[in-house]
């Protein structure tokens, strides 16, 4: 269980970051 | 404890977040188009996720206590293999949005700045394959160790010094500080793990008082504190080992302590399976060890008002069970106690006349189960199955708290097993080996 809940957290980081930097490239570019 | 879990994550998602929020506010060049600012961002976003390694890996105890080590080392692994897909992206997105940027591949036309993104490019691939591949690599773990260290400061020194060289997003003052700081966090963090950490083992040494050969291919290391008073420690925990090197020649092993809490002589219970543990049939009573102790969150003491604990171990995973149950034993704990122990034959089942004993001291049902029973054998066989669980569990078995330790495969189908029989996900508690 605490293995799914690390991989989870490692990949929902990771979606995080990966939104935030479409966010920063789409608005520096409007 | 649930509390200061999220108070952690919370940190963490700062950390790695904060430097590409950076990146909106205050003076910023203008845009130059989705791919080449999306690259951007993520080589930014990579390199703080490989800086904020630094400080996942230094093992601060507080925060690691609510996880345990063991499930920060794992996440270390996998936020790894995500930092380098950013990684990967980076070159990608950025010759695609300007494929002319190519030519400056060509050695003659490379500027510093870009061979530094290269060299950390390579050191973070180097990193990667070095780590998920080590045994099929045949590199052997101190080997790693420092190879993995080495190649972790080059990719982030050299991926430090290509935001420099470039210079986006970096040259305004206060931006330039926020790097500088976490610059110097990753230092600090280091220095921590590598001098502070060493120095303090340095002054509380340990000799080694006793070496007692086991069943099943382990040997119980025992060991005393050498002129301090050891430390106290959780019963369940582990610890970094250094025998026959200086604690700063990054020689080190993980192992779970099998002493009783409650002694002060600490002792380890090893089983022979690779480079440095097959030489522990050579050591001798009065040899210096070193440790940096205690660690994981994997014991009886983070819940000690359970009505009674429920213990699965496999192989050499009964070494952090049996300092739980010395330690229960020690405290004349009457709770009850069941314990699932699969081994491979009678001959070779670590602690077993130990085990037998404890059954005479505690409210202890000891269940040993053979994965090659000899002939004659009445007791249970085979896997750990949920029909084998089942048949032991308590009626009262939501208000016994679960631990269970041995090789990953066993422990996620006995952990599926257990829910499954009704045990509270919350109830129920890992500890990982060999995770490398």
Not at chain 2, 50 to 68: D, I, K, N, Q
Not at chain 2, 196 to 211: I, N, T, W
Not at chain 2, 272 to 292: C, H, K, Q, S, W
Request: aromatic content about 14%; glycine content about 8%.
């Amino acid at each position: 269980m605490r293995l799914k809940i690390a991989t989870l957290l490692a990949w929902f980081t990771g979606l995080l970051i990966l939104a935030a930097s479409v966010f920063f490239a789409v608005v520096h570019n409007a | 404890m649930y509390l200061q879990g999220f108070f952690w994550i919370a940190v963490y998602l700062t950390l790695v977040l904060t430097p590409l929020f950076a990146l909106f506010v205050g003076p910023t060049p203008a845009g130059e188009g989705f791919l080449w600012d999306f690259s951007l961002a993520l080589g930014f976003a990579s390199l703080t996720m490989m800086a904020v390694m630094f400080l996942l890996t230094a093992r601060f105890r507080s925060a690691t206590a609510p996880f345990g080590i063991d499930i920060i080392y794992y996440f270390h692994r996998q936020s790894s293999v995500v930092a380098l897909l950013f990684v990967i992206a980076h070159p990608v997105l950025l010759f695609t949005a300007a494929p002319d940027m190519l030519l400056m591949l060509w050695p003659p036309y490379t500027p510093w700045h870009l061979a530094a993104g290269i060299g950390s490019f390579l050191a973070m691939i180097a990193l990667m394959v070095t780590s998920l591949r080590r045994k099929q690599l045949g590199i052997e773990y101190d080997n790693w160790r420092l190879g993995h260290v080495l190649l972790a400061v080059i990719a982030v020194v050299l991926g430090a010094a290509h935001i420099v060289g470039v210079g986006h997003y970096v040259d305004v003052g206060w931006k330039g500080v926020l790097w500088g700081l976490i610059g110097a966090s990753c230092i600090a963090a280091f220095a921590y793990v590598r001098l502070y950490s060493p120095a303090r083992q340095l002054r509380h040494p340990y000799r080694v008082k006793e070496l007692i050969e086991e069943r099943g291919d382990a040997w119980t290391v025992v060991l005393s504190p050498e002129g301090h008073d050891g430390f106290k420690f959780e019963a369940g925990q582990f610890a970094w080992l250094t025998l026959w090197s200086s604690p700063y020649a990054l020689k080190e092993h993980p192992f779970s302590f099998s002493s009783s809490a409650e002694r002060k002589d600490l002792s380890f219970t090893i089983k022979t399976l690779g480079d440095f543990t097959n030489r522990i049939p050579e050591v001798r009573p009065g040899e210096l060890a070193y440790l940096d102790a205690p660690y994981g969150a994997f014991s009886i003491d983070r819940h000690p008002k359970a009505k009674g604990y429920f213990f699965v171990a496999g192989g050499i995973g009964i070494a952090p069970v049996m300092s739980m149950l010395r330690t229960l034993a020690d405290r004349g704990d009457t709770r009850p106690l069941h314990l699932i122990f699969g081994y491979s034959s009678w001959d070779r089942f670590t602690f077993r006349e130990e085990l037998e004993e404890l059954t005479q001291k505690l409210n202890l049902v000891f269940v040993p189960v053979l994965g090659e029973p000899h002939e004659g054998w009445k007791g249970e066989t085979g896997m750990l199955t949920p029909e084998l669980l089942e048949r032991y569990l308590p009626e009262e078995r939501t208000e016994r708290v679960c631990f269970i330790c041995g090789p990953v495969p066993m422990i996620e189908s006995v952990e599926r097993s257990l829910s499954a029989a009704g045990v509270s996900l919350s109830h129920i508690h890992s500890e990982l080996f060999d995770l490398v």
